[in-house]
């Protein structure tokens, strides 16, 4: 088969060195933005490479929404294998790529979009073919665990840690996607819709790490506790409820012992109770190879199709937790709210819709999951 690349950066060259080690697998060009040399290797002409008769795959690792969805539209309406890695577009778009795919003949292949060089959605796409899955839980960003595992091994404050993170390759300059949880929200939208079967049904806003202080640090350590930045989802009884924010979790758990930029998941329905996932959730070589797994399958005609056959709707009552605030505001209105020390209360078991309750008292509060 023949394939094009769209798009020459970090995760691109990763694609292009492990296509020549799959038997039956060509690169015919590469598609990159018009301020590049136009060679005959690389083109500009995104459409006419996606289209292009003679290509089968496409691999799709360009940055941000455009032209990244007009392309895919394009390559899923003349029928090409799409692969892409791209949660920024696939979160808000999936809907319409896979009806492309089935009307024109493609397929779309999403793997590298969460979790990286995990085959976490492809266990999600397997497992919830014989049973509904009751949720899954983990951390889906390595750059906000490398800043909390620092913070709390090495007793760095947050501004710090982050430094240290851009300086070693795993935050962004602009590192805002990272750090307030939404490159975990586009990753939870894509998750719940492959593991429920669902249209995406909408997903509130990320609590990210920004507000997690040296203060915190000192609490969760007294308490025997580790903080790291989750999205926890449920389904139950027809609709699904997520929440991606920090997490104070004890010592022991799974999640609470991921080091450094690690990324690990795991996965509940009731035949098996949880299955856990661990690995690097983004980088050159892990995120391609994903790619080039998803490609194989196309080579071997054993594609997971995804299926959104339901329109689940949110409902944030689902999840009851108990919610740790740090606020200098009088909470004590919240339901089943009482001052846990000094400026911390604790709320709940409450839903999660508390943190609207809790922000509009404070909007600089820091909320957090306590377990």
């Not at 080579?299 to 919610?323: C, F, G, V, Y």
């Not at 400026?343 to 409450?350: E, K, R, T, V």
């Amino acid at each position: 088969m023949k394939a094009v690349l769209l798009g020459y950066g970090t995760v691109g060259k990763g694609v292009e060195k492990l296509v020549s080690t799959v038997d039956g697998l060509d690169l015919k060009a590469v598609f990159v933005l018009p301020e590049f040399e136009n060679l005959p290797y690389f083109s500009n002409d995104g459409e006419g490479l996606v289209t292009d008769p003679e290509v089968d795959i496409v691999f799709e690792c360009l940055s941000g929404t455009e032209p990244s969805n007009t392309l895919i539209r394009r390559a899923l309406e003349a029928g090409k294998h799409v692969i892409t890695s791209n949660k920024a577009t696939v979160a808000p778009n999936l809907e319409d790529y896979v009806k492309l795919a089935a009307e024109n003949g493609g397929s779309i292949q999403i793997e590298a979009s969460v979790a990286g060089g995990i085959p976490f959605l492809d266990a999600v796409l397997k497992l919830q073919k014989l049973e509904d899955l009751n949720g899954f839980e983990g951390i889906f960003n390595g750059t906000s665990n490398y800043i909390l595992d620092q913070m709390q091994k090495e007793g760095q404050d947050l501004d710090t840690a982050l430094k240290a993170a851009q300086a070693m390759g795993y935050a962004e300059a602009d590192p805002t996607n990272d750090v307030e949880g939404f490159d975990v929200w586009y990753k939870t939208v894509i998750t719940n819709m492959l593991a429920y079967k669902t249209e995406n049904g909408g997903l509130r806003q990320p609590l990210g790490i920004s507000r997690i202080t040296p203060e915190d640090i000192a609490l969760a350590k007294k308490e025997g506790k580790v903080i790291r930045h989750i999205s926890r989802s449920l389904q139950k009884d027809g609709k699904y409820a997520s929440v991606i924010a920090p997490a104070f979790l004890d010592k022991d758990e799974y999640l609470a012992n991921v080091p450094s930029n690690y990324n690990a998941q795991l996965i509940y329905a009731d035949s098996f109770d949880k299955i856990g996932l661990f690995g690097q959730g983004a980088g050159q070589m892990a995120t391609a190879q994903a790619m080039l797994a998803n490609a194989i399958d196309t080579l071997e005609n054993s594609e997971r199709p995804i299926l959104l056959e339901k329109a689940m709707q949110p409902d944030d009552s689902l999840i009851q937790e108990t919610w740790l605030v740090r606020s200098g505001k009088d909470l004590s209105s919240l339901p089943a709210a009482r001052v846990k020390e000094g400026s911390y209360w604790l709320i709940g078991p409450a839903g999660a819709d508390v943190i609207d309750q809790v922000q509009a008292l404070d909007p600089e509060a820091m909320i957090a999951l306590w377990r």
